[in-house]
């Protein structure tokens, strides 16, 4: 059985999800959704909303803020899957004082492995000035590292500006 | 009478302005300039100034920090218009409390219908970390917002890096 | 006698350095490596060692955290030279309070001028939001005068995205 997996990265509101549920319903349905978001807050909660109310019955959606491996261990073979988004849940470990290089490393190998049509969709947080926050460096690090580790392993890349998908590789 | 709008897509200091002025003068003089930068502080007239100390005769200067539409609509059939730039704008209205998500269909919609060679130019602000700040982050999501309607509309996009213009549609 | 300068521009942890020694090792070794980067604490030590571990006996390095152009005089002709990174040695100047707009300028000529397989890093600072610091909004501008003139300059011009190069001149 063969799968493939598509890496779309993009800055905030780049049009990120978008792309990847149009990638993805390029597929028959059902279509499995793998979502990281936790509605820690009233924002959070809002934007989870958002994006769920765009998606329609067809989708079957498993949270998955720490888990994502897990998750993907439960969906079938050939099913299409997004997982929306890895530096959310990347975000996500770094709360919960995970070692981020070591999952980082298990969930690229398991991704780079796909049993169907796999999308995951990442941020590109590494283009503004050095944060002065320590953590957060911390943060922009690990996210960096793990989209290279993706992008080296995915076998396609877009990136998403201003709603554009452009291919990168 | 036919019209078209390139929109012009850069980071802080990555040519955007000397781009869009360059795609203007491509055609015959004179041009106008719908400025949205207010002289708020020392800073910020400094940048004007030299912004403006590139323009020549030539241009046609319109100070428009809010009513971009205003500034449109005051413009001749045929002419070429640089608008200079919706982020800016979209910072303005943020300061004046107003309804972001609506200004912004808005003037999408006028700059959609151009009259002539128009260029809107505006920032990309969402690749880097997360603000730690609500109002940055509210203010983040709506110029993505306003990028992606833009781009949705406009017969051409560019993208400047360093000076570079990088066609992405 | 001929050179050739390859200018490779990328955000954080996006492959730059990487890509960059690869470029170099296309040429038969020594390499030089000019290193802008100072231990000046645990985090930067830290960086510059795992920077360091990567590079092999193949590589001569010096140390020039400001005098990026003396470093590069001292270079013999024909040599590959990798100076890594501008940002940074920007970032050193501006702590020393230099004029960042001049030295800039003397050293892009200086680049401008390359004496053999030459490659220069910088990063992209300025696709996030304005920060809040008048001198981090000076430093950004700085560093995006700077990669636009190295750009105008350089033979070609290579962004990093994710660990991918793409050329962008």
Request: aromatic share 4%.
């Amino acid at each position: 059985m063969t799968g493939s997996l598509t890496f779309v990265l993009g800055g905030a509101r780049s049009g990120k999800s978008r792309h990847g549920e149009a990638l993805i319903a390029e597929h028959p349905a059902p279509w499995h959704y793998i979502a990281t978001a936790e509605a820690l807050d009233a924002e959070m909660g809002a934007r989870i909303a958002a994006h769920r109310a765009r998606r329609d019955a067809r989708w079957i959606t498993a949270e998955a803020p720490r888990d994502v491996a897990g998750a993907l261990g439960a969906i079938p073979d050939g099913a299409p899957v997004l997982v929306d988004c890895l530096t959310l849940w990347l975000s996500n470990l770094l709360l919960a004082e995970a070692d981020l290089e070591a999952e980082t490393g298990r969930l690229v190998e398991i991704l780079a492995a796909p049993r169907g049509p796999w999308v995951a969709i990442a941020n590109e947080v590494g283009l503004g000035i050095v944060p002065e926050n320590a953590l957060a460096r911390r943060f922009r690090d690990a996210a960096g590292v793990l989209n290279q580790r993706l992008a080296a392993r995915a076998d396609r890349v877009i990136l998403t500006v201003a709603g554009i998908p452009i291919r990168a590789r």
